[in-house]
């Protein structure tokens, strides 16, 4: 031993103290012990052996130094190898972690509806061709709605089987809008000629949901009046919001309808968007689809409104907007329109 043997094992117990504590691993804590105090070679080991050249007195006394010295560092030891595992276990535990969710953060922010991005497309379509969006109220007057758009009495449209009335005023006069149609009387009513204008909006109909029906359902109207406007305008127009919204190879074509409002009237069509007119289950294998009708403003909405039907023309077409929107995504049921099933709706 040396002339200080309590300094040495004083020493000794600073260096091994601040190995073991410093061991960043289970490794290199096994080889802090090894050097310190567990091989055959460790400095504990060394010291032991000097000590059998020391005097009795003074082995007995360094002898238990040196024991309880091993007892402190063992215990140490000890502690230092649970902080470790633990540490060792809870980044295996994060490095094996599966994120088993399917919505990512980022999707709770939420968006717009599907019905309200494809409105918002369309008007945006019309908006460029110098359009005006008008807006009219969802509970409207059955004149506008039925006597001013000269649908006759008897037209099973006006039937409470079909429209909901609102008890509201003189029976049967105030009701739910089941088209967007009265928007035009608002338009022409407001005597500012010409008119360029979309009225996108809710529309109600007794309806029992399914694949293609809701009760509550959107539509825009279109209204163009001013002098010389012609069917080949209103076809053209047609032609050009179509080929907007679904891309340029869209074709349209119009086929003889009747409408009380219009004469001559259309129901206008394009080519389907999924099979591009081969005809596939979308388009019930005709290849087209049918969009809304539209035609010529008829005289009598323009009496009922007090326009000059020799000065003006116009034309007029209206279409539901929530099937463009299915369209749009290849979408087959409309009802999932109306469950509000974040998982469906977080797709878009
Ligand atoms: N209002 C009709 C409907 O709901 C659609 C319609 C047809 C609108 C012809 C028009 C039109 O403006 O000219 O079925």
Not at 152 to 166: K, N, Q, W
Not at 192 to 201: K, Q, R, T
Request: aromatic letters at 8%.
């Amino acid at each position: 031993m040396t002339t200080d043997p309590a300094g040495e094992i004083a020493q000794l117990e600073a260096e091994a103290t601040a190995a073991l504590e410093g061991a960043a691993d289970l490794a290199a804590l096994d080889e802090c012990e090894r050097v310190a105090f567990r091989s055959k070679k460790s400095r504990f080991a060394e010291m032991y052996q000097k000590l059998g050249s020391t005097a009795p007195e003074e082995r007995r006394v360094l002898g238990r130094l040196l024991n309880e010295l091993r007892g402190r560092l063992e215990a140490l030891a000890d502690g230092r190898r649970a902080e470790l595992a633990a540490a060792a276990r809870i980044e295996r535990l994060a490095a094996d972690r599966l994120d088993l969710t399917e919505v990512l953060p980022r999707r709770l922010a939420g968006h717009l509806h599907l019905v309200t991005q494809a409105r918002e497309a369309l008007e945006d379509v019309f908006v460029g061709m110098g359009y005006e969006i008008a807006e009219g109220p969802e509970v409207e007057t059955g004149w506008r709605n039925f006597e001013a758009l000269n649908i006759p009495e008897d037209h099973p449209a006006r039937s409470p089987l079909d429209t909901f009335y609102v008890d509201f005023g003189e029976p049967w006069s105030v009701l739910l809008r089941p088209h967007t149609s009265p928007v035009q009387i608002r338009l022409l009513q407001r005597g500012v000629l010409p008119i360029y204008a979309v009225a996108p909006g809710r529309t109600y109909r007794k309806d029992t949901p399914d694949s293609t029906h809701l009760p509550v359902f959107h539509q825009i109207e279109g209204l163009v009046v001013d002098r010389g406007v012609t069917f080949a305008d209103l076809k053209g127009t047609i032609d050009t919001f179509v080929r907007a919204v679904f891309g340029e190879g869209t074709r349209t074509r119009l086929r003889p309808a009747y409408f009380p409002f219009t004469e001559p009237s259309a129901e206008f069509e394009m080519s389907c968007v999924i099979c591009g007119g081969d005809g596939c289950r979308t388009c019930s294998g005709v290849g087209w689809i049918e969009l809304g009708g539209c035609g010529m403003v008829h005289p009598a909405v323009f009496e009922a409104t007090g326009v000059d039907p020799e000065e003006w023309t116009g034309f007029a077409f209206g279409f539901g907007i929530d099937r463009i929107a299915f369209m749009r995504h290849g979408i087959a049921d409309l009802r999932v329109m109306i469950e509000n099933d974040v998982r469906f709706l977080g797709q878009f």
